[in-house]
């Protein structure tokens, strides 16, 4: 729990908020006091993805699952609304430290309290599929151990079982390490798939470890789907009741009722000392702060009249402009790593691959931006008609390492002599090996057969790390890997055939000259150091800033 920042609303309908409790990948979670003083928790969808249809259709299905799902297991719906921004949900407040944080801060549980957490967790998962509704997402960070018992929380991909899914080719819902291999491989999703998923979990509170290992995405989901799950000196009846849970073939895991009759528990959760003794880790209740009186001597100032305190450091919503180095200037000493990153350059859907640089180095680079942020009404529209910037958009193409291919085709031919290069500014490898960073990738492009007339092809990079990031801290939400599902931060448009010689090279610089930019508005790129995993590299042709497709695909990963 975190205190409001001057950016945070004070109120959300009727609702007066006392602090943050924490945010995901739909949205802030704030904790709040209605009208007649009950306490609630109040989500609010991010703005930036309130014009997006996919995520608002998640939202509204959060909102029916909360009214639908009434259960000692689950905190009740309290109020909602949905017409207009902001989008938002209230529930019941439910005290107390989540299963993730009470494990990080207490180390793995006893089999006895495991026991009797599997089968509280089953009993709310059973009362939850007797209303039709899968969770789809269970998992440590959504387990909340109240001193009444444990609650389920967080049900913004859970669905109907005839319902279909909210997901697009090549991703599957749930978080990886806790989403069972059917969902993975078919996107088939039911009962089943929870039972895993509850198995998983347990697996965490037993042993105090990611169940199937901690790393890449992809890795961990790989391991989930054919490997053993990790359950290093977990006692063997408990042991047994997890591996039934986390079987690969979902006909051969057990039901809710066998999992409650397995665990066979004599006495109440919540007469467990070692229980009661995490749900004694939730933090106390702030209150609202007492507004000062003033003398009116002047009208009250209006909430888009005051001045933002205090730089949110990477995104939206809300960030504070701070200034900006200019393109070739290094980033400030205030976020450089001390240790170097490992860099691995693979290109996919490519028609030609360049690993070193070509000509004289002397192509035309993208111009940054003075400050973080800059309103559209000054941005929008570039020299001679060119886009000024790209806003940011649902982009599910993703980079593996692995294969080094991008996973969707790119929406548009790129010319037959379209050929790009990714790599260390500072010490350019010109083998294709692994690259050493200390901060920054270079990535270029150029037309190497440019037509003879000069029309404007106007070319954005688009680069994104491998995980939904919190605007906050510049880092993955919730310290969970929720994979990326937007365009991330992308360069300022520059002519394909612009300059002396139409085939010169045109080069960007990462952190330095991408933005995210949100209705206008633009946030600094996140450090490549703050996300290790698999990054993903765009060149998008943009017509307009909200109008651009995406013309090759490629990537590196980030050790």
Not at 227 to 247: K, N, R
Not at 282 to 298: D, K, L, M, S
Not at 363 to 370: D, N
Not at 432 to 447: A, K, S, W, Y
Request: include cysteine; proline fraction near 9%; aromatic fraction near 6%.
């Amino acid at each position: 729990m975190d205190a409001l920042r001057p950016r945070d609303p004070s109120h959300i309908g009727t609702h007066t908020l006392l602090a943050r409790l924490g945010a995901g990948g739909m949205g802030q979670v704030y904790l709040g006091r209605s009208p007649g003083g009950r306490l609630v928790a109040v989500k609010v969808i991010r703005d930036e993805i309130t014009e997006h249809p996919e995520a608002l259709a998640r939202f509204r299905r959060e909102v029916e699952t909360a009214r639908a799902v009434r259960s000692a297991y689950t905190a009740n719906l309290i109020d909602a609304s949905l017409q207009s921004a902001p989008y938002w949900l209230a529930t019941e407040y439910v005290a107390g430290p989540t299963l993730a944080k009470a494990v990080a801060e207490r180390g793995r549980l006893p089999a006895e309290t495991c026991r009797g957490l599997f089968a509280a967790l089953a009993e709310g998962l059973a009362a939850v599929h007797a209303h039709g509704v899968t969770h789809r997402d269970l998992k440590p960070q959504n387990v909340i151990l109240a001193a009444q018992g444990p609650q389920l929380i967080d049900f913004g991909i859970a669905r109907g079982v005839d319902q279909t899914a909210l997901t697009d080719a090549g991703f599957a819902p749930g978080t990886p390490g806790f989403t069972a291999p059917e969902v993975l491989l078919r996107n088939e999703v039911g009962p089943p798939a929870d039972v895993f998923a509850l198995g998983a979990t347990l697996a965490y509170a037993a042993t105090g470890r990611a169940p199937f290992g901690a790393g890449d995405p992809s890795g961990v989901s790989y391991r989930a789907v054919h490997e053993p799950i990790d359950l290093a000196g977990v006692t063997p009846e408990l042991s047994a009741l997890i591996e039934a849970c986390v079987a690969k073939d979902p006909a051969a895991r057990p039901g809710l009722t066998d999992v409650i009759a397995r665990c066979g528990v004599r006495t109440a959760l919540v007469e467990d000392t070692f229980y009661a003794g995490l749900a004694a880790l939730g933090e106390a209740v702030p209150q609202a702060p007492t507004p000062p009186v003033r003398p009116p001597t002047a009208p009250p100032v209006g909430p888009h009249d005051l001045p933002t305190v205090g730089p949110a450091p990477y995104g939206p919503p809300g960030y504070s402009p701070t200034r900006m180095s200019r393109l070739g200037r290094r980033p400030g000493k205030r976020w450089m790593a001390a240790v170097a990153v490992g860099l691995v350059v693979g290109v996919g859907t490519a028609t030609a691959v360049v690993l070193t640089q070509q000509g004289d180095g002397k192509g035309t680079r993208g111009r940054a931006l003075a400050s973080g942020q800059t309103t559209a009404s000054k941005a929008a529209g570039g020299k001679g008609g060119a886009p000024a910037y790209a806003e940011m958009k649902i982009d599910r193409t993703l980079f593996d390492s692995a294969t080094a291919q991008c996973q969707l085709p790119s929406e548009e031919r790129s010319s037959d002599g379209f050929m790009m290069v990714i790599e260390d500014p500072d010490n350019p490898d010109r083998n294709g090996r692994v690259l050493t960073l200390d901060h920054r990738v270079r990535i270029g492009f150029r037309d190497k057969y440019p037509p003879a007339t000069k029309t404007p092809y106007y070319v954005t990079v688009s680069v994104k790390p491998p995980d939904d990031i919190d605007s906050d801290t510049g880092k993955p939400v919730g310290g969970m890997r929720i994979t990326s599902a937007t365009s991330g931060y992308t360069s300022t448009p520059l002519d394909l055939y612009g300059g002396a010689d139409q085939g010169d090279w045109k080069y960007v610089t990462y952190p330095d000259d991408f933005r995210q930019w949100v209705r206008g508005k633009a946030y600094p790129a996140i450090p490549l150091t703050n996300d290790p995993g698999d990054w993903t590299v765009e060149w998008h042709h943009i017509r307009t800033p909200t109008d651009y497709s995406s013309i090759m695909c490629a990537g590196f990963a980030v050790k």
